[in-house]
């Protein structure tokens, strides 16, 4: 199946610092990619959606001055968390899909832990 | 409102079946997924079923009645590496996903 890459996988950062998160669709082109936030034993919250090319269209309660989204390509998605506090910890989860349309597969990348100290 | 029913947690024997059941309601539908969650680990895709019925892939198979708002996941011949949670997803019909909670599998030998 496609690859979706995500880097770091793990990272700790201090509390006011800004930590980018990049997704990368290593064996096709996708025009739209998504991003998750979950908490413990917890489901997926969506995040945002992220259109190459154009704005990212967040989810209600997202703050996108806190949480910068850009899709430059179509095969890179970034996640900025800007002055990162401890309460941003999570474990952060990009996906893009692939084929055509709105029903093709969710690919997922590994995910990246971040950790606010 | 959109929603999304799974059981919390489920308990199986390794080599048995265990059946994971999922409600929905959403305004419009456009299939359903079922995805593999390892503890810390992002989710990985099983299935997808827009049609009424069964659908069979391996040792897992996936069922749909769109007109009970109603899936579930069927998990045969159960391994200990089975153990996971399994989150059921429903695209609805602006192609939005709407998770559930998810379902913690456990296997005992």
């Known amino acids: 199946g496609a690859v979706v890459s995500q880097h770091p996988s793990r990272v700790i950062c201090k509390s006011g610092t800004s930590v980018k998160i990049e997704c990368r669709s290593l064996?096709?082109?996708?025009?739209?990619m998504f991003w998750y936030r979950q908490f413990p034993k917890q489901s997926l919250m969506l995040m945002a959606t992220s259109n190459e090319g154009s704005k990212a269209t967040y989810e209600q309660g997202v703050e996108k001055d806190k949480f910068l989204i850009n899709h430059a390509s179509l095969t890179l998605s970034t996640l900025t968390v800007t002055s990162a506090h401890p309460e941003d910890s999570s474990f952060y989860i990009c996906?893009?899909?692939?084929?055509?349309?709105?029903?093709?597969?969710?690919?997922f990348g590994e995910g990246s832990r971040l950790t606010v100290l | 409102g959109q929603n999304i029913d799974q059981p919390t947690e489920m308990t199986a024997t390794e080599g048995a079946i265990v059946q994971i059941n999922c409600t929905y309601q959403?305004?419009?539908?456009?299939?359903l997924f079922w995805y593999q969650q390892h503890a810390g680990e992002a989710p990985t895709f099983l299935s997808y079923?827009?049609l009424d019925g069964l659908e069979e892939k391996g040792r897992f198979s996936s069922f749909l009645s769109r007109s009970k708002g109603y899936s579930y996941l069927l998990l045969k011949e159960l391994q200990m590496k089975d153990s996971a949670s399994y989150l059921c997803?429903?695209?609805?019909?602006?192609?939005?996903?709407?998770w559930g909670a998810g379902t913690k599998l456990i296997i005992k030998p």
């Open positions: 079923n827009v």
């Open positions: 959403t305004s419009g539908f456009n299939g």
């Open positions: 997803a429903v695209s609805d019909s602006n192609y939005q996903l709407i």
């Open positions: 996906s893009a899909r692939s084929g055509e349309g709105d029903t093709g597969e969710l690919f």
């Open positions: 064996d096709f082109q996708a025009t739209t």
